[in-house]
């Protein structure tokens, strides 16, 4: 991961992708070697790029970024759960321990919080909302698969009403006896 690495930075040449779904226009970024931003909506990539000192995406391009879209649109289309892409994330420690936590529940599943914090060692839930809310691999670090502690939404960077649609479709491609349930924690909430 390159978070911290001054070697990483605007001479990387990174490339952006635009997949129209019926999420949205979903953007995808990366450079020829990481997956760098996955997100709904136009001109989020160059913005987070932009933050994080990156140099602008290039549209079109060949590659990773081409392989990132396949795999975006099939699990948009219901054909992948997960995917197999190096990722680099920009964040603090606390923050990709949440994200690498997040990255393993299953698809068609749902963690809450609480269940994350504890996983990861914290004793409250709150923080990894946090980490949650700045995650810029939406869809590859599934954050819409946390829920609150007693099943409810709880909050969503692209919205509640995305984030309901995003788990019915995974409920929905696991096939009809299938239904989302939260799974409860390892350990009993404070």
Request: net charge positive.
């Amino acid at each position: 991961m390159w978070w911290g690495d001054p070697s990483f930075g605007l001479a990387v040449k990174t490339l952006l992708r635009s997949i129209r779904s019926w999420l949205g226009v979903v953007e995808v970024a990366a450079s020829e070697d990481h997956l760098l931003y996955v997100g709904v909506g136009r001109g989020g990539a160059a913005s987070f790029l932009r933050a994080m000192g990156l140099s602008p995406p290039l549209d079109g391009g060949g590659g990773l970024v081409v392989e990132a879209e396949a795999q975006l649109v099939e699990y948009l289309a219901g054909v992948r759960r997960e995917f197999r892409l190096p990722v680099a994330f920009f964040g603090t420690d606390f923050q990709i321990r949440v994200w690498r936590k997040t990255m393993e529940i299953p698809y068609g599943s749902t963690r809450s919080y609480s269940w994350v914090a504890g996983e990861i060692g914290c004793a409250s839930p709150r923080p990894v909302g946090r980490a949650l809310s700045v995650n810029h691999l939406m869809l590859v670090v599934p954050c819409h698969r946390v829920v609150e502690a007693d099943g409810g939404l709880g909050g969503f960077s692209a919205g509640l009403t995305l984030k309901k649609k995003l788990l019915t479709h995974e409920s929905v491609h696991l096939g009809a006896e299938a239904t989302i349930k939260l799974n409860p924690p390892r350990y009993s909430d404070r």
